[in-house]
């Protein structure tokens, strides 16, 4: 399989983690295990731009590899950080998007790196650069999040 073809497929993924989040509440999940301030309207913002970028992810990767490569270092820190270790964590508390996150996103998440390596593009620059990029995009929504309610970034009363 190309990278291109796997890069689809992660986009792919995403779009039924999302509804594996979606259905199973990751909204209270949220609230109740990891703390974070989220409400639907920031969950449907912030997965339609993970859906926006997967597309693009997907459309250049036949001329910009290190595009799926953040991608896939997003899914794999989203699986691991925000749904295995909760889990492990919580002894057994299910987290909403588990499922997919083990069954999809962490063998598509490497089957991109194996196949970036394979055609030449992986070296650790662009390792590291992947993993920098996922975390940036994985972290963003969530300071966002906890920015929102602070004085300086409260619009509502200016």
């Known amino acids: ?24 509440d990751w909204r209270n999940w949220a609230r109740a295990v990891i703390g974070l301030p989220v409400e639907w ?3 449907y ?29 997003l899914m794999i820190i989203n699986a691991i950080f925000f749904h295995i270790l909760p889990f492990v964590k919580t002894r057994g508390r299910f987290s909403p998007g588990l499922i997919t996150a083990v069954l999809l996103f962490l063998p598509l998440g490497i089957a991109v790196f194996r196949a970036a390596g394979a055609q030449g593009d992986l070296d650790a620059t662009t390792v590291t650069g992947a993993i920098l990029g996922g ?5 963003s929504p ?3 999040l906890n920015l929102k309610g602070r004085p300086y970034f409260d619009q509502r009363n200016r």
């Open 135 to 139: 975390a940036l995009l994985m972290a």
């Open 1 to 24: 399989m190309t990278l291109a073809d796997l890069a689809w497929l992660s986009m792919a993924a995403y779009a039924i983690h999302i509804l594996e989040e979606y259905t199973f």
């Open 41 to 43: 309207p920031d969950f």
């Open 45 to 73: 913002v912030t997965n339609s731009v993970v859906v926006a970028l997967g597309i693009a992810q997907a459309m250049l990767a036949p001329t910009l590899p290190w595009a799926p490569l953040v991608y896939a270092a």
């Open 142 to 144: 969530v300071v966002m």
